[in-house]
């Protein structure tokens, strides 16, 4: 069956720091790769997606690529602002089906 | 364009009361999804449906639960009896013809069961 791991939180940084949230997966076939993110008290957001192996989904400052050969998808932005603190989560696609992660929460300070 | 709208946003209730949340898809999606989410559980799909048909509703925890859309602009998801573990945050989600894995989620419904 499909799966998604993400790297355990919580994550705290400080301001203009480096992020990478790790992700990898298990999944039969060719599925999609997204990155959603959950503000405080809301639902999730698409963050990106990235949809066939080797491409690059960016938005916002973040990226992530699908690496087939590593079945991973980690999310990196350059420099993180506290506006940034929320909740990420992995999720993966197919067969009609999504899979998400258990979310990593991220908290930036100033 | 309004996004998923979902009501109502909390219900406190008794253990053993019929709940009754729902949710209007964005206009021209064609599919739509009930998801609940615990700290204990993480992110669970419970339904979802494809031009107002249920498509898989394996994650549905038990027959307390159930889900309808009887049309392309509304879906209920209705626990009866209503139990304390059902005590979590229920959230509907759609998405377009264009990309049915893109999924535009609601606000989410807190549901404290006593």
């Known amino acids: 069956g499909n799966s998604v791991t993400q790297m355990e939180g919580p994550v705290t940084l400080s301001e203009e720091a480096f992020l990478t949230i790790n992700c990898t997966y298990t999944a039969t076939g060719y599925p999609s790769l997204f990155w959603y993110v959950q503000y405080p008290g809301e639902g999730l957001q698409l963050l990106l997606k990235a949809t066939k192996a080797d491409d690059k989904g960016s938005n916002k400052g973040f990226e992530a690529t699908y690496r087939k050969e590593t079945t991973s998808f980690h999310l990196e932005k350059g420099s993180v602002q506290v506006s940034d603190s929320a909740v990420y989560f992995c999720a993966l696609s197919n067969a009609g089906k999504s899979t998400f992660g258990d979310g990593t929460t991220l908290t930036v300070k100033p | 364009d309004a996004g998923v709208i979902q009501s109502p946003r909390h219900e406190v209730t008794e253990m053993g009361q019929e709940v009754t949340l729902r949710c209007k898809p964005i206009s021209g999606h064609d599919y739509l999804f009930w998801y609940r989410q615990t700290m204990m559980r993480g992110l669970e799909l419970l339904i979802y449906?494809?031009?107002?048909?249920?498509?898989?509703d394996s994650g549905m925890p038990e027959d307390r639960f159930s889900a309808k859309m009887p049309n392309a602009s509304f879906s209920t998801l209705k626990i009866q009896p209503s139990e304390p573990r059902d005590s979590a945050v229920y959230f509907c989600a759609s998405s377009p013809p264009r990309d049915r894995y893109e999924q535009y989620f609601g606000p989410g419904t807190r549901l404290t069961v006593t």
């Open positions: 449906f494809n031009n107002n048909v249920p498509i898989d």
